[in-house]
């Protein structure tokens, strides 16, 4: 049976003609390649479908094929232009919609054959539709080709009064999409003047598109204006309730661009949008808190605007309930509130208490949060929270809870007992990361309230051999050399950490060669052995210019002027305080003007963030109170101070002569103040989450070190406020 069976197939195989088999082949592999998919979504889209297939079924298939290749950025699918211009003429919404995706998606890639779509587009736009209609428009303002430019012209202008409110909502948007393309062909027509028209509209959707339109076009355009009168903003707070949550956004947005001219108006729009404060959609409550913290600038009511605050808080903690990313949204513009408006959220800090599931980056912003809220009169309770966040597992997070403990020291002078005692808690853990942390912050300590707490320097010395990173190594040093006299074994306890200088980092070897100094300064006799020595290191065995200057300059003060060595190294150092979480004033005056937006996330100006954005600034008003601006306020502070240090005159040569010096030094410092103003703009908080870098401050004409860097003042441009536009928003 085996063999006859074997020889039949051997039989009928042999009578085969070959030139079947080699086609069959080339077949299978043909359909395996991109132009073999092609080619059979091509015969599937030219397909009648047969009598059976009313609905274009097949056809329906082909497309959703290709438009599922095109979102996979599968370019083969180009090929299939001709065949889709065929199909867009079937009388399909379903179609058509997929069609006009395509053709948006390749129209710029062959323009050419794009263009025989545009008779079917034009035709659709006056289809009885109102959805076909509108998606014509639609399609024909997405496509960056001349001639669609050109042909969306005439129609938009009969479309944006069209019978539909929902065409007309959609030829609103189109202006605004055709000035992306060409401005001067819409600044050429009387387009804006219809769409100022269509806000007398009856519809409140069509009336917050057309705004929304008119204030995409202004952001857009340098020789157009936007004006807006107490009867046009009256009028939009109205239809608000009305609007869709998008539609009130638009709104909401636009109420920024007016400018009050009375306070009493500016009191009453903000109380008429504060229902707003309560909707469900969290971009309206930011935009409405922007536009209310906008208004304030502009009330001189101390009542009104306390009234005000009280309602702005508990929309931000209910933001607290959503997902962490709005959580995180809502947490950044309340670090920036905060800092303009303190008393929003004064009495909400335990609402900023940390979850055990909250992610990292919510978390810290709470932290900056719960810093910036901490008082004389909470503070128990916030240490109590932050002893609890330094015993997590996430190390990130232990060190910033720990830094927050000793910059609480610092800010809240009544507390910093009570801050230390639960720094020595944490150090009696002797995990090393919060031994280091701790070390670094008690140094800070030790700069706020010098000669006090120095029982703690011997909790310290135990902890030697935790530190091994170079910010707590410094910090340690720091502390041995300016307490190189009370501290008994101090010369052993530098030697210790001398004999591994070729290995340390410039900031320790920086800390080694100065708190050296101070130990021979202070005890000359255990430490006239270290300093040759590490002098010869600092000059002459190292690459490092900061640290071989600094060897120079010790070794000459103390070979020609011990006295004035003693001066410079021991001499009174300037208070430091924690207020560095504030941002510079002007920079806060524009963050509040664009609260909800992606700036307020890295609290940088809106036009750091979008090249292309307006930097927004307070127009002036007979209603704006200059007075109570952070601009202001600063600068009359510099002023003062300007004053203050002018004031001492000098009568004599040697005082001209110390007085052109000091003039060359101004100027020096007006450059290098300017050159530093164009690289500002960095984020006031740093790597620890409160910033690090030190900057001198100003506290009543006293001079003040500054833990973190904040911002420099700035300075303030003058701006103008242009009466007119009867009526219109957009004007030239």
Known sequence: MFLAHAAYAHTYSSTLPISITLPYRSLLTTLGTPQGKVAELRLELNSSGGKKDKNFSTKKIALKKIVANMTMSNNDMVALFPDIVGVMGVPSLEIKKMCFLYLVNYARMKPDIALKALPILTNDLEDNNPLMRALA???????????????????????????????????????????????????GSDLIDRLNLMLRDENPTVVSSALAALMDIWERSE??????????????????????????????????????????????????????????NSAVVLTCIRVILYLMNYIDNEKTIAALCTKLSPPLVTLLSKGPEIQYLALRNAL???????????????????????????????????????????????LTELREYATEIDVHFVRKSVR?????????????????????????????????????????????????????ISTLCENLDSLDEPEAKAA???????????????????????????????????????????????????????????LKWATEDTDNPDLRDRGYMYWRLLSTDPAAAKGVVMGEKPAITAESEKLDPVTLEEMCLVVGTLATVYLKPVHTVFRSARPRKLLESPALQRKTLPSYLAMQQAKLLAEQNGGTGVGNADGAAAARDGDVLSEADAYFASVGGQQAYQSVLGDDGFASSPTAATHGGEQRYVVNQGQGLGTVQPTMHVQGGEGDLLSF
């Open 404 to 456: 927050a403990i000793g910059k609480l020291a610092i800010k809240i002078e009544p507390a910093a007992k009570l801050c230390i005692s639960t720094l020595l808690e944490l150090v009696a853990t002797k995990v090393s990361y919060i031994v280091q942390e701790a070390t670094v912050v008690i140094k800070n300590i030790f700069r706020k309230y010098p000669n006090e707490y120095e029982s703690i």
């Open 137 to 187: 428009l639609r399609t024909l303002s997405y496509i960056h080709v001349r001639q669609f430019v050109e042909a969306t012209l005439i129609p938009l202008k009969q479309l944006l009064k069209d019978n539909d409110p929902y065409v007309r909502k959609t030829a609103a948007f189109c202006v605004a999409k055709l000035y992306d393309h060409d401005r001067h062909l819409v600044e």
């Open 223 to 280: 020789s157009i204006k936007l004006t807006i009168d107490y009867a046009n903003a009256s009028k939009i707070v109205q239809i608000l309730p009305d609007c869709s949550e998008w539609g009130q956004t638009y709104i909401l947005e636009a109420l920024t661009s007016y400018v009050p001219q009375d306070t009493s108006e500016a009191a009453l729009l903000a109380d008429r949008i504060t229902p707003r404060l309560s909707h469900t």
């Open 476 to 534: 340690m040093i720091w502390v041995i050399g300016q307490y190189a006299d009370r501290i008994d074994n101090s010369e052993v306890l530098l030697e210790d950490f001398l004999d591994s200088w070729p290995d340390e980092t410039h900031e320790v070897q920086l800390a080694l060669l100065t708190a050296t100094v101070k130990l021979f300064i202070q005890r000359p006799t255990k430490g006239q052995d270290l300093v040759p020595k590490v």
């Open 336 to 382: 920036l509130i905060l800092q303009r408006r303190p008393e929003v959220l004064r009495n909400d800090i335990r609402v900023f208490f940390c979850k055990y599931n909250d992610p990292i980056y919510v978390k810290v912003t709470k932290l900056e949060l719960i810093f910036m809220l901490a008082s004389e009169k909470n503070i128990r309770e916030v």
